[in-house]
């Protein structure tokens, strides 16, 4: 039943504080105004989110009838009873007046200007990548002739410090980022171990390698989160130099707890929600579906030109290896074999040389290949982190929060069947005193789990709009794909063209046949025809 308070109802200093903190452009009360306003009446936070429930603020604003009903309900708290509407409906006497302090410091909260949306996140690509850059490197531990484990040495460009950590101090750093942000994108960790098979010394290296690149990435998409990069847990695990980091780290989570019990606005995270945001959710995961499936194709495609790169320095090595093998021969050319002068011990001369041209080339196909890996491979490995980090905290949406939400809610309907079974079959009043108790226990539960499926949904909405922001980084990808074929091709053109006029003596004939041109500037350059007949 709908509670009716009206003009004749309250007492006259309802409508002053009305007067006081109204929008006089609405004529209606602002929600984040009177969220101040409950803030000052002292009572426990628990109790003003109890009223708030109770208040319909609609669009964000409360209409003149709905704060004075949570006038009545903030008076009737502060004299210690439990508010609720049945509260006012059984109340027949005048409704007390509410301690708020003097009247004139409520006309100043009406005056505070209105905060922008607290929903919408502000930060560029740019901003976000500029909060910090964390290096990660490799600081191995040998004892006898096997690796007994590994630390990594952590570089802070933002707190300009450096700190040892193990992969166990990760863990347990990554344990408790979900459970203070368990309603955000925190990133796996990779393996602590490769799952089967016996390590080889070279796939031991890869391995410790790849797990290295994937904590650097970590630690820097952790550093760089709005939200993450200034909770206490981060500049800890960043800058703490003493014995035990792991105790330091649990000790802090227990002071601050998870994210729902500190943030301010977390009780009211649905006023700010948009009415058909389950709609927007199930849009918004469909399409960074789509993304992560593309971005997977394109991290492959890139990981395959990496490793051709690779594997092009090696067939280059070893075909300059084999000129040099061949131009090493010194068993003589027997002079029947020669119809002519010996022009193959000249040849040979000329081909042990070329080897060191194409170590060079080589060289330069490896670089090739560690800037893509490097520069592209890694970048879109990076985003494909914060992709499926996003895909995680959207099954840990379905399967925790809301999961027990409609868990909590089938309870109560249980409890509520046995409570009226009980009112029919006139038991005795101690069990029935029970069962109101355990109603009230599962309503609270319930009203708890709503507020936090809410603030679930809120931080969802957030973390979507940073996955679109890092959309951005396919520019930056592009970029540094294109700029690294165009350096690895210049660097081996120079090397090309430095070997074309050394390749002259090999086409020298001594019975006065000139030479081919060699050089682009002197023609085109083709074989002997007798060497490829039309």
């Known amino acids: 039943m709908e509670v009716e308070i009206n003009e004749g109802s309250v007492p006259p200093f309802y409508r002053e504080v009305y007067e006081a903190i109204c929008c006089k452009q609405e004529d209606r009360v602002q929600t984040d105004v009177f969220q101040r306003l409950l803030s000052k009446t002292d009572l426990p936070v628990a109790v003003q989110n109890q009223i708030a429930k109770h208040v319909d603020c609609k669009e964000g604003f409360l209409s003149k009838l709905t704060l004075y009903k949570a006038l009545a309900l903030i008076a009737l708290a502060q004299q210690g009873k439990h508010p609720s509407p049945k509260l006012l409906e059984n109340f027949t006497q005048e409704f007390p007046k509410p301690n708020l302090g003097e009247l004139k410091d409520l006309h100043a909260l009406g005056m505070q200007p209105a905060s922008g949306n607290p929903l919408l996140l502000s930060q560029t690509l740019t901003e976000l990548l500029d909060i910090d850059t964390v290096q990660v490197e490799l600081i191995p531990e040998k004892k006898g002739l096997f690796l007994k484990h590994v630390e990594y040495e952590i570089t802070s460009q933002r707190f300009q410090a450096s700190v040892y950590r193990r992969y166990s101090d990760f863990d347990v750093f990554h344990e408790l980022l979900l459970q203070r942000f368990a309603y955000r994108m925190v990133p796996a960790l990779p393996p602590k171990r490769m799952l089967k098979g016996v390590l080889t010394s070279t796939t031991d290296r890869e391995f410790i390698e790849g797990r290295r690149r994937a904590l650097r990435r970590f630690v820097n998409l952790v ?152 520069d592209v491979v890694e970048k879109l490995n990076l985003f494909l982190d914060l992709l499926q980090s996003y895909k995680d905290l959207c099954e840990r949406h379905e399967k925790g929060v809301l999961h027990d939400h409609q868990r909590a809610l089938q309870k109560y309907s249980v409890i509520k069947r046995q409570m009226m079974s009980a009112t029919v079959q006139s038991k005795e009043q101690v069990s029935v005193d029970q069962l109101e108790s355990r109603i009230v226990q599962q309503e609270n539960a319930i009203l708890t789990m709503e507020l936090r499926n809410y603030f679930s949904l809120f931080c969802l909405h957030q973390e979507t709009q ?69």
Not at 358 to 368: E, P, S
């Open 223 to 374: 550093a760089r989160h709005p939200f993450f990069s200034e909770d206490g847990l981060i500049k800890i695990f960043l800058t703490f130099n003493g014995s035990d980091v792991q105790n330091k780290l649990r000790e802090s989570f227990k002071t601050a707890g998870d994210e729902f019990m500190t943030c301010k606005i977390a009780t009211r995270a649905k006023e700010y929600l948009p009415g058909d945001i389950q709609a927007k959710f199930s849009s918004s995961r469909e399409m960074i579906r789509n993304i992560f499936n593309s971005f997977q194709k394109l991290r492959d495609q890139a990981e395959r030109m990496a490793v051709r790169s690779v594997e092009n320095a090696t067939d280059l090595l070893m075909f300059g290896r084999e000129l040099s093998a061949l131009g090493s021969d010194t068993m003589p050319v027997q002079s029947w074999a020669s119809t002519n002068k010996n022009t193959w011990g000249t040849m040979r001369q000329s081909l042990k040389g070329l080897s060191v041209e194409f170590a060079l080339l080589a060289d330069k196909a490896a670089q090739q290949g560690k800037r893509e890996e490097d």
């Open 466 to 534: 940073l996955i679109c922001t890092y959309l951005q980084i396919t520019a930056h990808i592009l970029g540094a794909f294109v700029n690294s074929q165009i350096q690895g091709h210049r660097e081996m053109s120079v090397v090309w063209n430095d070997l074309q006029p050394k390749l002259g003596c090999l086409f020298g004939a001594p019975n006065g046949m000139p030479s081919p041109p060699l050089t682009p500037q002197q023609g085109n350059w083709k074989p002997p025809n007798a060497f490829f007949p039309n």
